[in-house]
């Protein structure tokens, strides 16, 4: 039995592939590097993530996926904090060679250092990559491809025709396009068009054409990313439509709280396929929310069976609320032992990092770093920050600041600690003042009206020069807990210094938490 989520964590807009005996699968991954996180799976069951298709800094930039906030009706209720940068892969296989094909939306005034301005716009950079061996790691550099919009998918017909589906941004209300490209160029071969305006015609969104029984099925998200999220499906004799709307949509209705779902929520944006004996299958995208409204992990992958007739519409069997029991699927369970991350892959960055001032061991249990003069609020990096995605509900990070041997900092504006962090508008952080030698708390959240700012300066007077200084965050669903000691191998308990009700980081947003290691030289 699958236990949901199969991707814990920040995992969303799920695209998955058979190969032989192996599954494969890349979501989203916006701002951070490395980017197009690859997981794999025998059973659908236990997964290992093996590598990141965005993995060199030559193949992009993702300097401009700020993060904005949109006020959307000028309430609370209706902001969206998004994040730009690497949007709603596609992952397929064709003649030996695996292909992705994703969006790096750009934030046009990223090179602006005023936080408050407005921006100018936005552009989108559409790309295939591919590699001949998805184990190696090794994937190709960028081919662009002439898309104004969103979430590509890739379709390679019978004939071997190749066609970009995607939400087009050239109209309002989007819509999904189709053209037909070269493989090898991403050069055009056919005029762009209209296939269809979704059934709702909401935000028509990461759209995946499939051929079954002779017909061209078109399967898309709409209504936005959270509460009203679904996926509908269309399909046509011809790959160009016109395509005639499912009796049944949304084919996943949204599950919402006021339609009885109170765990499993925000879903929609899915992948449809075929495991090795026929069976039809569905990953997606959806979040776990409490009752008061905290969505700790942000957007993971989920897993539910699909029931496909001859010649009929596909089925999907709607994931059920937490506790009622299903034959088909356990929607949650422990599933910390169900996803494996190797040390070195499972390591994040913001946006485009200098490696050159990072020194990372093999094993990842060593970190040496130059601060950097960006903080985590700036939008324009480099920034001094490695981490990981947070995995699970409930747990703990913690890391020991090693006391530097041969001299004492002081007076150098360097800072260095332990961050909860989401982007540059949101986080939290436990950290070490070299030039005060304290102690220090602080969490932001700039996304809220009004903003969210709890500093708890001078948290101990207690100079701690000359001895190590261990941080750590506890984490559960409701709560985080900072907390330090000194010494390395301390006999004295962990001193709290800060809770964060995880509400204050819960929004309408794209991302997740990540948990990592961070330095600071304020002195320039």
Request: charged letters at 20%; a negative charge; glycine letters at 8%.
């Amino acid at each position: 039995m699958a236990q949901n989520p199969i991707i814990p964590g920040f995992a969303p807009d799920p695209s998955i592939v058979r190969i032989g005996g192996d599954f494969f699968l890349v979501t989203s991954s916006f701002h951070l590097f490395p980017g197009l996180p690859i997981y794999t799976s025998t059973d659908l069951v236990s997964w290992t993530h093996i590598g990141n298709a965005i993995n060199s800094p030559t193949q992009l930039s993702l300097a401009p996926s700020s993060t904005l906030i949109h006020n959307l009706s000028g309430t609370q209720e209706e902001i969206l904090v998004g994040t730009g940068g690497l949007y709603a892969p596609t992952i397929r296989h064709h003649n030996g060679r695996t292909y992705i094909v994703s969006t790096n939306v750009r934030h046009l005034h990223y090179e602006d250092k005023d936080k408050n301005s407005k921006p100018p716009g936005v552009a989108f950079d559409n790309f295939l990559i591919y590699t001949d061996d998805i184990w190696s790691d090794k994937w190709s550099d960028p081919i662009s491809f002439e898309f104004h919009g969103i979430d590509p998918d890739l379709f390679i017909d019978d004939d071997g025709r190749v066609y970009i589906s995607g939400s087009s941004w050239n109209t309002t209300p989007s819509t999904i396009n189709c053209v037909e490209i070269d493989l090898e160029t991403g050069q055009k071969l056919s005029p762009e068009r209209v296939i269809w305006e979704g059934f709702m015609k909401v935000v028509p969104e990461g759209p995946h054409i499939y051929k079954c029984r002779n017909w061209y099925y078109l399967l898309a998200a709409e209504g936005g990313t959270h509460e009203d999220h679904q996926l509908s499906i269309a399909r046509s004799k011809i790959i160009w439509g016109p395509y005639e709307s499912c009796p049944s949509n949304p084919i996943l209705p949204p599950a919402t709280a006021r339609n009885g779902y109170q765990n499993v929520q925000y879903n929609g944006h899915g992948d449809l396929f075929q495991d090795g004996k026929g069976n039809w299958w569905l990953v997606f995208l959806a979040v776990r929310k409490d009752p008061e409204g905290r969505c700790v992990m942000g957007r993971e992958t989920f897993i539910c069976p699909v029931q496909w007739p001859d010649d009929e519409w596909p089925v999907i069997m709607h994931p059920l609320p937490l506790g009622v029991a299903s034959e088909d699927m356990k929607m949650m369970g422990s599933i910390s032992t169900l996803l494996t991350v190797n040390q070195r892959v499972g390591l994040v960055w913001i946006r485009d990092p200098d490696f050159g001032t990072y020194d990372v061991s093999d094993d990842a249990s060593m970190i040496n770093m130059v601060a950097s003069t960006r903080d985590l609020d700036d939008r324009v990096g480099p920034h001094s920050f490695v981490g990981r995605r947070q995995r699970a509900l409930d747990g703990q990070a913690s890391v020991t600041l090693l006391a530097n041997q041969g001299h004492v900092l002081q007076n150098q504006g360097l800072r260095a600690g332990l961050a909860y962090y989401k982007d540059e508008h949101r986080f939290a952080r436990i950290e070490y003042d070299y030039d005060a030698a304290v102690v220090t708390f602080e969490m932001k959240n700039a996304g809220r009206n009004p903003a969210i700012h709890l500093t708890l300066d001078n948290v101990s007077q207690s100079c701690f020069q000359g001895l190590d200084i261990q941080f750590r965050i506890e984490y559960t669903e409701q709560v985080l807990r900072f907390g330090y000691r000194a010494g390395r191998i301390a006999e004295s308990g962990w001193v709290p210094v800060g809770t964060v009700d995880t509400l204050d980081l819960t929004d309408r947003d794209f991302t997740g938490p990540c948990i990592g290691v961070f330095a600071l030289d304020s002195s320039q």
